[in-house]
């Protein structure tokens, strides 16, 4: 069970707010404008950002949304 990085915001230069294990459940709050993050909660309260190439081939997310409220700053 290979921990997934959460991070603060959409990019793998972020700074990691935590890691949680592949199986956690997590609530998809959405995705980021390239597809390629989903927008999770919560972290210690705190919504983070898990790159999809972690989740394996991100054909489940195709019904999520992009943009949106799913933004870096909120």
Do not use: K, Q
Not at 15 to 41: F, K, M, T, Y
């Amino acid at each position: 069970d290979t921990p997934l990085t959460v991070r603060s915001a959409p990019s793998v230069a972020a700074p990691a707010i935590g890691s949680l294990a592949a199986s956690a459940l997590l609530r998809i709050e959405g995705r980021d404008n390239s597809g390629r993050w989903l927008r999770v909660c919560c972290i210690d309260g705190v919504s983070g950002w898990v790159n999809l190439t972690e989740l394996g081939d991100g054909s489940f997310s195709a019904g999520i949304p992009f943009g949106g409220v799913c933004t870096a700053d909120g």
